[in-house]
C-alpha cells in the first residue's frame, strides 16, 4: 500500500510540473519589442524609412537605387541590438539600436549610424 501511495505521489507531481511547462506562455517566436515596432523615417543622409512590424517582419522603403528590402529580424532588448535578415539573398545585418524619444539609431560595428524618426 505504502509503494503505490509513493507511485501516485510521483505521478502527480510528474503530470503538475508537465502542467506548469506547458502553460508558461513560452512560444518559439519572442514578441520584438514594442518600442521598435512601427514605421520609422530617414533623417539626415538615411533615405528612405524602415518599418519593423510586431510579427517580426521589416521592410526598407525607397532606398537608393530602388533597393527595397523586405525580411525578418530578431531582438536583443538586453544588448539593444536587432539582427535583420533579409529575403531575397539572406544577407545579414547586425545592428546596435538606441532609441530617444522619437529618434532611432541603427549602428553597425563599423560604419557610419542610420537614423531615423517615428
Do not use: H
Amino acid at each position: 500500500m505504502k509503494k503505490i501511495a509513493i507511485i501516485m505521489v510521483a505521478i502527480l507531481t510528474s503530470l503538475f510540473f508537465i502542467n506548469c511547462s506547458a502553460d508558461s506562455g513560452e512560444t518559439a517566436f519572442e514578441e520584438p519589442a514594442n518600442e521598435l515596432v512601427g514605421t520609422w523615417q530617414g533623417v539626415g543622409n538615411e533615405q528612405g524609412s524602415i518599418t519593423f512590424k510586431s510579427d517580426g517582419t521589416f521592410k526598407e522603403d525607397d532606398l537608393p537605387g530602388d533597393l527595397n528590402m523586405e525580411g525578418t529580424y530578431t531582438i536583443d532588448e538586453i544588448n539593444k541590438t536587432v539582427v535583420c535578415i533579409e529575403n531575397e539573398y539572406g544577407i545579414t545585418y547586425d545592428y546596435y539600436y538606441t532609441i530617444t524619444g522619437n529618434e532611432l539609431t541603427l549602428q553597425m560595428e563599423y560604419g557610419f549610424p542610420r537614423t531615423f524618426v517615428k
